[in-house]
Nanobody
Framework: EVQLVESGGGLVQPGGSLRLSCVAS????????MSWVRQAPGKEIEWVSG????????VYADSVKGRFTISRDNAKSTLYLQLNSLQAEDTAMYFC??????????????RGQGTQVTVSS
């Protein structure tokens, strides 16, 4: 059974930072592109960033480029997202998922519980 468990979210002030983690199990993590997506209340899911299976190619949505950094540790089956210079518009539930836009053949619908990021003063 595929499991993706996200963590690391929280309440942070504008300009602050967070590091999200996603531990994967039930599939061969190192074979897959992986992505982070997010969903704000009342809005559709927004793709945020993707990384190829070995970690050398990364892609980002324009809205987060230069502020967020995606990475992975295949030995730990873990995906990360470093969020810097956070803005109120980044407030959302963040999910990891398989696949990606821009090279990953599209992404799967999130199946984990997500981790909430709230940016507020």
């Amino acid at each position: 059974e595929v499991q993706l468990v996200e963590s690391g979210g929280g309440l942070v002030q504008p300009g602050g930072s967070l590091r999200l983690s996603c531990v994967a199990s039930g599939f061969t993590f190192s074979n897959y592109w992986m992505s982070w997506v997010r969903q704000a209340p009342g809005k559709e899911i927004e793709w945020v960033s993707g990384i190829n299976s070995v970690g050398w190619r990364t892609v980002y949505a324009d809205s987060v480029k230069g502020r967020f950094t995606i990475s992975r540790d295949n030995a730990k089956s873990t995906l990360y997202l470093q969020l810097n210079s956070l803005q109120a518009e980044d407030t959302a539930m963040y999910f990891c998922t398989t696949g990606s836009l821009y090279g990953g053949g599209g992404y799967s619908s999130p199946r984990g519980q997500g981790t909430q990021v709230t940016v507020s003063s």
